[in-house]
């Protein structure tokens, strides 16, 4: 069973860091891009940033210089750094293949103002 394990959520003032991983069960993990998505409270889920399988990244503008998706093929790790954290950033985030349908079961952060 495939299976997708996020952590480093939690609590943090705005302005402040942290950063998520999600570690992925199965070998084929650098066949695939991986993304990060969040879903803030009575929000849809929305994507967040992308890497490719050649560690070219992507982002919805909202998180660009501030977030940064990176990935280590050996550790099936997919990881989100996320600098100068505002209050809007309060939501569940989830990593995914998305190309495959899988998804993690979420982490969340909060952002204090």
């Known amino acids: 069973q495939v299976q997708l394990a996020e952590s480093g959520g939690g609590l943090v003032q705005s302005g402040g860091s942290l950063r998520l991983s999600c570690v992925f069960s199965e070998n084929f993990f650098d066949l695939y891009s991986m993304a990060w998505y969040r879903q803030a409270p009575g929000k849809e889920r929305e994507w967040v940033a992308t890497?490719?399988?050649?560690?070219?990244?992507n982002y919805v503008d909202s998180v660009k210089g501030r977030f940064t998706i990176s990935r280590d093929n050996a550790k099936k790790t997919v990881y989100l750094q996320m600098n100068n954290l505002k209050a809007e950033d309060t939501a569940v985030y989830y990593c995914?293949?998305?190309?495959?349908?899988?998804w993690g079961q979420g982490t969340l952060v909060t952002v204090s103002s």
């Open positions: 890497i490719t399988t050649d560690f070219k990244s």
């Open positions: 995914a293949l998305p190309s495959r349908g899988y």
